[in-house]
Structure formats: structure tokens, C-alpha cells
């Protein structure tokens, strides 16, 4: 839903980068943390979903960007996102509804 929310508020031709914790497999796997799991610091932020590069790929693809490219930072063990808004995609057409079930 929020990279939804990012794409529709880029104008045609607007780029986004994504910077993230993440898990470094090739599987398009996405980690959960909640909130009673994760030790809580001062810096230890709200990253409680951890994708993998395939994972944040296919979920920026479904929200309608075009052009992305993903990438694992093994130094940082976090993962980087680029996408293009190419055209406005429809959300039916974005993949996240479904026009009519039967």
C-alpha cells in the first residue's frame, strides 16, 4: 500500500529510491519482525518487514513502477530499490484488486 501511495504522488517520468533493511537470498522472501519480536533501541526504526532484492522488486512492480532494479549492500546488509513512472497505471491493472471474482 505505501509504495502505491509514493507512485501515485510522482508525477509521469518521477523516479523513487528505496533504501531498506533486508535479507540477502536470491528467493523473493520477505522477513517479518513485529513488534514484539524486535528488541527496541532508539535507532532501531520501524523496519519490520525485511525483503529480499527479488521481494522488493516484485512488490515495486506490482505498485506500478516500471524500470526496477534492486540490489543487496552486503556492507550494510541493506537492500536498494529504483523505479520509473513511466504512465499512470490503474490500480486494477497494477495487480492490487481484482475487477470481479466468481
Avoid at 532484492?53 to 506500478?64: K, N, V, Y
Avoid at 513502477?65 to 556492507?75: A, E, I, M, S, Y
Avoid at 523505479?83 to 484488486?97: E, F, N, T, W
Amino acid at each position: 500500500m505505501a509504495l502505491r501511495i509514493l507512485y501515485n504522488a510522482l508525477k509521469i517520468g518521477g523516479v523513487i529510491l528505496i533504501e531498506s533493511a533486508g535479507i540477502n537470498t536470491i528467493e523473493p522472501y520477505c522477513r517479518f519482525w513485529g513488534n514484539k519480536t524486535v528488541q527496541k533501541t532508539p535507532d532501531s526504526g520501524w523496519a519490520w518487514f525485511w525483503p529480499s532484492p527479488s521481494a522488493l522488486s516484485r512488490m515495486m512492480r506490482e505498485a506500478g513502477f516500471d524500470q526496477v532494479n534492486t540490489l543487496w549492500h552486503r556492507p550494510s546488509e541493506r537492500i536498494y530499490g529504483y523505479g520509473k513512472k513511466v504512465s499512470q497505471v490503474g490500480i486494477c491493472k497494477a495487480g492490487l484488486s481484482v475487477p470481479k471474482l466468481s
